[in-house]
């Protein structure tokens, strides 16, 4: 429905310019929300969707954190005095689970709300079953995968309800089913009409249902198209596409036929995983093979020890059975001992959590980090720095801080120190997540390019649209077990 009811959201010529940057995340933003309303917030990568969030969710703090200008207020008040009437959901979950066990994670929420100690654990249950997690109370949270992670912290949001719901990609890290089961979940619960709504999410198609209106922003220069999903979709989808905002229609088409093996860079055999403390086994006698020239696609559901396995095939992670064997080169001792030198020469890994590998203070610097390393005269690795930040849309952030970039400029500054390094074996966990049409159509291009001039290339996704146009041979996950990779059977015909 559209919003009849008083605003709950106001922003008057409203900007707001991260601390240490030159260029505003957003600014001369006009905007009015109205209680009751559902909101799609659509925009380029980079565009302040994730700023603007937190702004409503009063996490921004002038002059401390950044320089503000205009006003944004929630529920009548300046949005810095009214933390607790918003509840976000972000697009790293990681970054607000606060507590070691799952139950706890959700209480926390309410004993801050100081909500009566009867009520709290019956709340939490609902929250948890609500959201399909279930796992007992006591299950810790670093146990969980990223996806699983995503649904403890709506349910954060669901135990607290708030009046106005932000929600950043919810669905970013989800399986099919996760992703189907989190929307079913959302339109349950929104549907009792008390609740305001404002999402950011790049699958647009699924969420159309959730929302009765669409506000597209533009980079720094406030809305660029406002209304019905149907009037906007309508009446700017050119212009949207030209701006690289996801819109309904076809997908992109496949860049080439599936390739044929060429040789074996990489082999796994019956590689057995087992969480530390417990014993119980994230992967069970796994087999992979990463072959020269081609895209393995590794699917699954969440949980189902695909990232831990992407961690055993770059390296970084020693299992507790089985064998990893590089093919391809590289120092004569065994692949898990290989010292870092040569592990970023010969192999680039990207992880599903892009801080997890930054250690430099600009993104320029970032990119510099493994030609150095790897003896690259000082000159061709700032040529290939500056082509990456080029193609994927960073060179303005050139000089910004990497853990102050939006997630989808995270993930394509860790794209880029993968493969700065020009090696030989990628191994990507997500490497889509958080991108709009047109940077996601780059970073394809990117590992398309990257395949065809030799390299293996495997890919940790729940992105079908990845997979469609890019994976020559997929195999899927499942309670820790491989199936044996396949030519992508959609496309094999």
Not at 59 to 82: F, N, Q, Y
Not at 155 to 171: K, M, S
Not at 439 to 463: K, N, Y
Not at 483 to 489: D, F, Y
Request: aromatic share 4%.
């Amino acid at each position: 429905m559209l919003g009849t009811e008083r605003p709950l959201v106001q922003a008057r010529g409203w900007g707001w310019r991260h601390a240490g940057r030159r260029q505003w995340a957003v600014r001369d933003l006009d905007l009015v929300v109205h209680a009751g309303e559902r909101v799609l917030l659509l925009g380029a990568s980079g565009a302040g969707k994730s700023t603007l969030l937190a702004a409503l969710a009063g996490l921004l703090r002038a002059p401390e954190s950044g320089d503000e200008e205009g006003s944004l207020l929630v529920d009548g008040s300046p949005a810095i005095e009214t933390t607790g009437r918003a509840g976000i959901v972000f697009q790293d979950p990681s970054s607000s689970l606060v507590m070691g066990r799952v139950g706890d994670e959700v209480a926390f929420g309410l004993e801050n709300q100081a909500v009566p100690a009867p009520e709290i654990w019956p709340r939490v249950q609902r929250a948890l079953d609500a959201v399909g997690l279930g796992y007992p109370l006591h299950h810790q949270t670093d146990r969980l995968s990223g996806g699983e992670q995503q649904r403890l912290a709506i349910a954060d949001v669901v135990a607290a309800g708030p009046l106005l719901w932000l929600l950043d990609e919810p669905t970013a890290n989800l399986d099919p089913p996760g992703t189907a089961l989190v929307l079913e979940t959302l339109h349950e619960l929104l549907g009792r009409g008390a609740d305001t709504l404002v999402l950011v999410e790049h699958k647009v198609s699924p969420v159309l249902e959730l929302v009765d209106r669409v506000v597209v922003l533009g980079a720094g220069s406030g809305v660029m198209a406002d209304g019905s999903p149907e009037k906007v979709f309508s009446r700017h989808s050119k212009a949207l596409r030209a701006a690289g905002v996801w819109v309904p229609g076809p997908p992109p088409p496949r860049l080439a036929p599936p390739r044929a093996p060429g040789h074996p860079v990489l082999e796994a055999e019956s590689v057995a995983v087992r969480y530390p403390g417990t014993g119980a086994p994230a992967v069970s006698g796994a087999d992979a093979t990463a072959f020269s020239g081609q895209v393995l696609a590794i699917t699954g559901h969440n949980g189902s020890g695909k990232s831990t396995l992407a961690l055993v095939l770059s390296s970084l992670l020693t299992p507790s059975a089985g064998n990893v064997r590089f093919l391809a080169g590289g120092p004569p001792v065994p692949y898990t001992k290989w010292p870092a030198r040569d592990l970023v020469r010969w192999v680039g890994t990207v992880f599903q959590e892009p801080e997890h590998q930054f250690v430099a203070s600009s993104v320029e610097d970032e990119l510099l980090v493994g030609p150095r390393r790897t003896g690259v005269a000082e000159g061709a690795g700032r040529r290939k720095a500056a082509e990456l930040m080029e193609r994927l849309h960073l060179g303005p952030l050139a000089k910004a801080n990497p853990f102050t970039l939006s997630g989808g400029e995270k993930r394509r500054l860790s794209v880029a120190t993968a493969l700065a390094t020009e090696p030989v074996f990628l191994v990507l966990d997500e490497p889509t997540f958080g991108q709009d049409a047109s940077t996601w159509g780059e970073l394809v291009a990117l590992l398309g390019e990257q395949r065809d001039a030799g390299s293996a290339v495997v890919c940790v996704t729940h992105d079908e649209q990845l997979v469609a146009t890019l994976a020559d041979r997929e195999a899927r996950m499942s309670g820790g077990r491989l199936a044996t990779a396949g030519v992508v059977a959609a496309l094999a015909s």
